[in-house]
């Protein structure tokens, strides 16, 4: 009896993350080394300055969200710091999840009120 051996499957499957993730990497760094070359070293949010010292905390924004969206003359871009860039996904998120749940259905009224007939019924243990 012959088992066929997994290891090629997932193997093929992890060089293929990992191929996608080198990619991504390079794509990050290349549209990060444009935006860095391209725009002061600011926060665009609370114009926080930066060193090559903490350069690490300078992220690249994307404005409309779409990070595969990298045109060359960087209209797309912003640089943030990591505290304004996570704050400005929250507000994304939030507003994404706001609509979603104003298009969910109102909430069902309720008919039944379970004092309704609380006075007749104190006044008849009188």
Not at 22 to 34: A, K, N, W
Not at 81 to 88: F, G, I, P, S, V
């Amino acid at each position: 009896m012959t088992h066929k051996n997994p290891l090629p499957h997932n193997n093929k499957q992890s060089q293929l993350v990992m191929a996608a993730r080198r990619d991504q990497e390079l794509r990050e760094q290349s549209y990060r080394g444009q935006a860095l070359k391209m725009y002061p070293w600011v926060c665009g949010r609370c114009t926080r300055e930066f060193t090559h010292k903490n350069l690490a905390e300078l992220t690249v924004h994307h404005r409309n969200h779409n990070h595969d969206d990298n045109p060359a003359d960087g209209s797309n871009w912003e640089l943030l710091c990591l505290y304004c860039h996570d704050n400005e996904h929250s507000r994304y998120e939030e507003t994404r999840f706001a609509g979603v749940q104003s298009r969910k259905p109102s909430t069902p009224t309720v008919t039944h009120n379970p004092f309704a007939d609380l006075k007749s019924l104190l006044n008849a243990k009188k």
